[in-house]
């Protein structure tokens, strides 16, 4: 049985970028992306897997979000995972979290509901 409050792969949608790879901007994925390379910039979609081999420099907006190699920044998400592996500097601001044994974190977590349609609302809102 899936949770249906933090899909894990939102329409069904798999994204994966090559490791080794470097993105700067604004990135949208309709399901769950992987990330095994580096990112700086904006990351949005239905899910987020940091892989251990993964940097994220930025923001983070999803209902599901694994780290499990470096992140910089803040997370906006529902259900929020950090692995043995990840490096988190910054803010995370989380519906549930679990941290496993072994992470590495430094900065602020806070409990919030994750509402993905308020984010949309105020993308609308900026470009109108």
Do not use: W
């Not at 700086?40 to 251990?52: H, M, T």
Request: aromatic share 8%; hydrophobic share 35%; net charge negative.
């Amino acid at each position: 049985m899936t949770d249906q409050k933090y899909p894990a792969a939102g329409s069904g949608a798999r994204s994966h970028l090559g490791a080794g790879s470097r993105i700067t901007g604004e990135l949208f994925f309709p399901g769950t992306v992987e990330l095994p390379g580096f990112v700086k910039g904006r990351v949005e979609a239905s899910a987020v897997v940091i892989e251990e081999a993964g940097e994220v420099e930025g923001e983070i907006h999803a209902a599901s979000v694994a780290i499990k190699g470096r992140f910089n920044g803040q997370v906006f998400g529902g259900k929020v995972r950090l692995h043995a592996t990840a490096r988190m500097t910054g803010e995370i601001f989380y519906e549930s979290l679990s941290i496993e044994s072994g992470a590495e974190v430094e900065g602020q977590c806070k409990s919030r509901p994750y509402d993905n349609d308020a984010k949309q609302d105020d993308n609308n809102a900026k470009q109108g």
